[in-house]
């Protein structure tokens, strides 16, 4: 849990420094490839007019979501990110 936040911790700073806000970003993870997985995170996004795009892997076993959506601050991104990060079985980008 320690590192999970200062992971966050160290995500923010960045973002604050490096980033004019509000912002388009882009989320990439790597999921299995699983209907209701994949529509969960979907879900996750939904109503924020992201854009979504999907791309399986060479032997279909794993699913690529690259998800680009206006963010209005570093908040709302790691926000974001830890929402997914319930998902089972998705890796982040």
Known sequence: MKDEKEFYKKLKESLDETTEFPTDYMYKFIILTVKERIQEVEDIFDNMGAIITSKPSKNGKYTSLTILVKME?????????KEVSDVEGIISL
């Open 73 to 81: 601050n570093s908040d709302d991104i790691i926000k974001k990110y």
